[in-house]
């Protein structure tokens, strides 16, 4: 199950476990498979980690004010049964990456790791 609007939408012969297993490999290749990596693109950190279950994009909050319990919300998972990113789930336009957006920039290293 793909959660998402016509512009995230991936070629219907691609399947999350497609999808999955390209960050799969993305990940493996950079030595970073199980486990949790700290980014930042932009002025946005994440929180990113990928392993043979799925992929998760946590966004940090960047509002230091807020109270403790709010920090962060997950913009973009992938399971081999689904994907789910922020657009498909907010009430708002989203402008966080699409799932092929978080490909590309991983495999580009268009990111500073923090």
């Known amino acids: 199950m793909i959660i998402g609007d016509p512009p995230f939408c991936h070629p219907r012969e691609m399947t999350p476990r497609d999808i999955l297993q390209q960050f799969v490999g993305i990940f493996a290749r950079k030595g970073w498979l199980n486990q949790s990596i700290r980014l930042k693109h932009g002025n946005r950190q994440y929180r990113v980690s990928c392993g043979e279950a799925g992929f998760l994009a946590y966004r940090i909050n960047d509002h230091y004010g807020l109270a403790q319990g709010f920090p962060g919300w997950p913009v ?38 923090i």
């Not at 990113?85 to 957006?101: C, G, I, K, L, R």
Request: hydrophobic share 40%.
């Open 76 to 113: 973009c998972i992938i399971t081999q049964d689904g994907i789910m990113h922020d657009a498909a789930v907010s009430a708002f336009p989203s402008t966080e990456p699409s799932t092929q957006e978080w490909l590309r920039r991983l495999a580009d290293d268009d990111f500073e790791l």
